[in-house]
């Protein structure tokens, strides 16, 4: 398959959407306004309409992409063709972060969401600026290991809890993101279906249960009040 960077002369690209990405996103928005400049003559910026794809698995993995607007779903394919989601990127967040260190392929594919605004660095021009600020190398090795972290408790709930579980889990960390009772659903069901490893006629089954309950109230637009939190979680 074709990788899209391949593609970039049919995306339009913008000085703006470039300096808005270096300067807001956690890697580089630590850097001073001459280093900031220096990152800028680096990275390419692009335009991708909802359900393109960046990259899919297969693709060479030259280029690190980082979200400045929109909304990117990582997902991989199991043998049966069965789709599991791995993250979704928002604004700030990064993918093919790997391709720095070693000459690979990407494992899954990158998907867009809705229409979306994205930062691109080539893995040579990256790898200068790294020598350069050491401080980029830690925030990305930082994310790496919030990643394995997420990993490895996404594979310890796939192999010890309830479907019941997987799901209140969930929305609770969805709660002490948004400190409040009330969370937006960062993604479709069918999206968190695959996430939590179950299907989105469960997902809505389950939901309806915990509203029979007391525990939640589902709400138009994809929100949802938490009630009972306590209750939610001795599922």
């Given amino acids: 398959m074709e990788n899209k960077e391949c593609q970039l002369c049919h995306h339009n690209h913008s000085d703006t959407h470039t300096s808005s990405c270096v300067s807001l996103v956690p890697i580089f928005n630590h850097l001073e306004n001459k280093q900031l400049l220096e990152v800028m003559d680096m990275v390419y910026s692009a335009t991708y309409e909802k359900g393109e794809f960046l990259y899919h698995a297969g693709d060479t993995a030259e280029t690190l992409y980082i979200v400045n607007k929109g909304k990117i779903r990582i997902y991989r394919l199991s043998e049966s063709g069965k789709e599991q989601l791995v993250r979704i990127?928002?604004?700030?967040?990064?993918?093919?972060?790997?391709?720095?260190?070693?000459?690979?392929?990407?494992?899954?594919?990158?998907?867009?969401?809705?229409?979306?605004?994205?930062?691109?660095?080539?893995?040579?021009?990256?790898?200068?600026?790294?020598?350069?600020?050491?401080?980029?190398?830690?925030?990305?090795?930082?994310?790496?290991?919030?990643?394995?972290?997420?990993?490895?408790?996404?594979?310890?709930?796939?192999?010890?809890?309830?479907?019941?579980?997987?799901?209140?889990?969930?929305?609770?960390?969805?709660?002490?993101?948004?400190?409040?009772?009330?969370?937006?659903?960062?993604?479709?069901?069918?999206?968190?279906?695959?996430?939590?490893?179950?299907?989105p006629e469960t997902i809505s089954?389950?939901?309806?249960?915990f509203e029979d309950l007391g525990y939640i109230k589902q709400k138009p637009n994809k929100k949802i009040e938490i009630i009972d939190i306590d209750g939610l979680l001795l599922l």
């Fill in 89 to 199: 990127l928002t604004p700030g967040s990064y993918t093919g972060e790997l391709a720095l260190f070693k000459e690979t392929v990407h494992e899954a594919f990158a998907q867009t969401m809705e229409d979306s605004q994205v930062c691109m660095v080539k893995r040579s021009d990256l790898q200068k600026l790294l020598y350069k600020f050491p401080a980029i190398s830690l925030k990305i090795l930082t994310e790496f290991s919030n990643r394995l972290d997420e990993s490895e408790k996404q594979t310890t709930r796939f192999a010890t809890e309830s479907v019941e579980t997987r799901i209140a889990l969930f929305l609770a960390e969805c709660m002490d993101e948004h400190v409040a009772n009330e969370i937006t659903l960062p993604m479709s069901k069918k999206d968190l279906a695959s996430y939590l490893g179950t299907t």
């Fill in 205 to 209: 089954r389950k939901f309806a249960q």
